[in-house]
């Protein structure tokens, strides 16, 4: 399982995204409490930039936390590419395959989800597709442990990790890239509106405060 984590001051660019999404008590209160809640992980990666904020990291043996020392400035360094580039070479060193879930994205369902991802080479993406940067939004993704060697190659090619306006967005790039060989996650939401909180697996990211709320009474996190 891996995330990144970052945060300052100047809270999120989405003023509508709850503040508490980069408090440093977040990973630890919310973020790590709703995946133990679902399902048994072998390994946490976690990829913490050279940010403002600091998180508090869950006291657990099964939590590895790496330290990026390049400032993480969207036209230098895509932090998010490091992030689950990092947590795949964990996967796969382990002979592991890897569930990516960004810091402010939440799932519920995340068993039934992971099952249903089983034996695919690449998940992500919402359904219905949509013709906009939804179609290669990638904030909960699975990449199956016989498919991250082909992984590699693509993002090391594509210097995925480094990031900047002349490539245009990077959810673009990423649906251009693995469209022809990935999955899409059979329900919503990322960063689509609204949400249907009945429904038993879904994902979203983007959370306002009272979405947050929904998500964490759903999933019985105090």
Known sequence: MG???YADHRGH???NVSSKVQEVAYLKDVWYPHIEKQVGVASYVI????CELKAW???DKRISV???VRPPTQHKHNDAAASMMIAAMHAYCNELSLVFIEQDCLVCGLREAVGWA???KIVYGLSPYMDNLSRGENSFVFIDYEYLPEFFNITFKLDWHIWSMGRGFPEVMWDDTFKGVGARWPFGYGRIRPINFDLPTF???QLTNEELKRFLIKLDIQ
């Open 118 to 120: 089983r034996g695919k």
């Open 203 to 205: 994902y979203a990211q």
């Open 66 to 68: 790496l330290q990026g």
């Open 57 to 59: 990291i869950p006291v």
């Open 47 to 50: 990829y913490q930039s050279d």
């Open 3 to 5: 995330t990144g984590w």
């Open 13 to 15: 660019n989405n003023k």
